[in-house]
């Protein structure tokens, strides 16, 4: 189980851990606050083949979309099939139960590219 | 009663209770194959007359409505209907006409619908109309079919692209989707406003059409237009008009004068139609000749003193809809238009953009205008500070404002501003409602400041309290499945 | 004239506002296009001028006995159901955005989602859209969108206006390809060739054909669906008071012209789009959606839910642009299925196919007319005059008032002799007598 400082993170509101080739996806706490309540999760395909900062999932709130966009390049591993039933674990742990695809990484060099928590913050803070 | 209250219809069924009965004449049997015909009888209520009637009477007065209550949802112009108009339509004459009939049969409609055609024309200075569209949605996918037509005939397929500004209504983008036009979204200036430079540099020979609503949904006129039309028709941009807010500027502008190529009204806001609960509308377009032949089909035109309907023309993008289109609703729409003069039609949007500013000027105060300027037909305020401090959101505001009999405004739209509160009076308000109006929301300001609380709980005084939104979007629930699931529900 | 403000109100409102003249508050619009010139209308029309002069109008419209259907149908329509949709409560109301002031209005289309769904047996329904062939295309796009394909199969029996619509909804960026059906219905031996595409989005087919035929659905279906190609049928409602039902066959979305359920004709609008389709794929579905709920004293109630398919959210995104549907529409289907009951249906069905039935035994007693399928059909149905049937419908209509029915002969050669004739609930033995006489008389 990651917690937010062993995480990275994404200008558009997605964490990233990593578990070995795997690169497990989320959104960040911040982000489900701002969402409100969620109550759909459209999850990407198994096997499906993402580019990184492409769109590849959508959360629902009532009265909002929201796009996931892929941190990394790869194949879709897994998708956390829990969401299908009860989306709001993304409110209500949005780092651990919460979670919502993992990937293969295909180019680790990507990883470079995202903040560490405290640079998350300051973005955060920057665009508030 | 009070017990009976949110039962559903199937819940009051019984067993072989009728309301209407068709005598049978079944003498011929049934000459179908047993395997194509239904084995199961449909979960349909079993009432009687008087049952259907008083359920539905009762449910109608669970329901706001502008006969009762003021109703001032911007960009919807939720204006009098007038009753006349309901008679007139419903005439028998009108109602039993097949869509197929020949056109000997349909001289009266086809005449109305001609003349309709020409009064729009001459209230926008355009120069041909069409009325097959169902809504003002409908109209617009109309139009951007007929702008692709256009171009494709043209020889001009590369340009792909549909630029609006990001004040506009989320049908616009929507429209651009549905015919695989790409959205240009451009950002507003600080007034709401488009701002030239940005302009320019999202137009370009892959650009097809610039849409703009007039005044924008910030109820703020470009007063540029004139540079942004001639900026876009210098690159061969078609410029259409979104005309929902066609009510700002009846009588006292035509769109066609501003250079405007195409535009669609929506016959229920701005002609006076009601509007049901959510439909049925009409939402016409209106076009310069060189747009004329693309028109969808049928056309209404007149031949040797007769009125025909029109099909056989090649360059048309085809049909948007069967048959012709929403024809009760233009009739409606038609009376509307003769019950005023060409002097007096400017009295309409006269008084609907008076009626705006003067709430924009009482409410301005308390709530923050997006814009310090004059507004036309309607405003756009938000949310206070002194009550987002407190946790008060618009949408408590608009809550509470039920509490007062009063439909809320729309709310959280244009989405360029924060904590939106959209406001149309129409000009059928009258002075003594918009003080009303006044009050109510100086009281909120009030209790948002000092009890907070009180908002946070609105409704109060409505036999419905807050709906729990996210348990519905959660565990959909969109039919009853039998009679007993839905009993064990109340 | 419906303006409120007396010319005391707008002096004394604007003097309020802070400004000494209307023209200050437009100031910014550009001078040169204020105040244009009018000429629609000299003179305002009061209230009674109104009323004579649409009656003029509706007095040179003369509706005949009416033998065409062809997609709009002649009914019958219950004094219930105009009186009750009459009230400004709902005639009055928009599209209820706040759930607490509509309770009533969301109700009334919870109830109508529902009836809808127990009609045509499927999971979900729409709030309605604008009208039959929209709702068929908003069902194609949402079998492309589903599918990732490109390519749709349509019955040539499709109603010719609905498939003209589906051209201008997908527009161009589909190929529609057309399953012939020589004997009146599908050949389900061509269906199966051309599913071999591989790249098919789906396959449509009307019920009761656009001839009036049944067509043999559930055969049609698994056919379809064996290949994993969506099926979408395209049903009347009325005839599901006898004909199996799309759910029944399994079709991934049903469809169809709700105009039937007690709405007028009106020269072709307005009329009620009905859009159903599996629970699955619900968030494709285009427009308003109401769901039951409960307020937060856990009292039942109802909300517009599911938003984030449309279009003042997703925008560019959308599953459609549709915002006004045809709420009042679906209210007077609502009402008039709400009458019916199940007993009712089945009654109003029988009465429909029978009259069919009599129509038909009437004028084929006559040696010259003949049915041209030999194929079961439920209230319309296609005979041959062995004349070209065009010019005869002008002459009968000039010389009887009688509309004998719709000319085929714009489906081709083989069709130019053919007429379809319809025949609702709205006729009798006496009708079916003057038609046939009209016919004796011309043939």
Sequence with gaps: ?128 | MIENDSKLSIEKSASGRRALVFNARNKNGIKIPQHLLRDTEPLLPELSELEVIRHYTLLSHKNFSLDANFYPLGSCTMKYNPRINEIVSSLKNFEDLHPLSDDACAQGTLELLYHLEKALCEICAMDATTLTPAAGAHGEFTGAAIVKAYFENKGEKQRVQIVIPDSAHGTNPATSSMLGFETVEIKSNEKGQIDIETLKKALSERTAMLMLTIPNTLGIFEADIEKIVSIAHNSGVVVYMDGANMNALIGILKPGDMGIDLMHLNMHKTFSTPHGGGGPGAGAICVKKYLEPFLPVPRVIKEKGMFRTKSDCPLSIGKIKSFFGNTAVLIKSYAYILSHSNDSLSEISKNAIINANYLLKKLGKLYPPHNREYCMHECVLSCPEELLKNQVRTLDVAKRLLDFGLHAPTVYFPLIVKEALMIEPTETESKETLDAFIQAMQKIYEEGKYHPETLKKAPINLATKRMDETFAARNPDLRWESKKTCSSKV | MYSANTKEDQTSMLKEIGVSSFEELIRQIPEKFLNPAFKFNDKALDEMQILKRFEELASKNTPPLNFVGAGAYERYVPAAVKYISQRGEFLTAYTPYQAEASQGLLQTIYEYQSLVCALFEMDVSNASLYDGATSLAEAVKAAVRITGKKEIICSNLLNPEYEKTIRTYVNGSCLITKLNSPNGVCETNTLNEKLESGNIACVIVQNPNFLGIIEDMPKISEITRSKGVLFIACADPVSLGLLKPPGAYEADFAVGEGQSLGLPLNFGGPYLGIFTCKKKYLRQMPGRIVGMTKDKEGKRGFVLTIQAREQHIRRNRASSNICSNEALCALMAGIYLTLLGPKGLRELALLNHNNALAALDKLTKNQKIKLRFARPFFNEFVVDLGTETSLLRKKILKEENIDIGLPLGFMGEEFRNCLLVCATETKNEEDFERLAGALEKNL
């Design chain 1, 1 to 128: 189980m990651p917690n937010a400082e062993e995480v990275k993170y994404t200008k558009t509101h997605e964490w990233v851990h990593v578990e070995g080739e795997i690169a497990v996806i989320g959104v960040s706490e911040h982000a489900q606050s701002e969402m409100g309540d969620i109550v759909f999760v459209e999850l990407p395909k198994l096997g499906q083949n993402l580019e990184k900062e492409k769109p590849c999932a959508v959360i629902e709130s009532v009265k909002s979309a929201f796009d996931v966009y892929s941190p990394l390049s790869g194949e879709v591993t897994e998708v956390n099939e829990n969401l299908n039933s009860d989306p709001a674990l993304i409110n209500s742990s949005p780092l651990e139960n919460g979670w919502i695809f993992k990937v293969k990484i295909s180019n680790p060099d990507e990883l470079n590219e995202l903040m560490n928590l405290e640079k998350y913050r300051e973005f955060v803070k920057q665009n508030a």
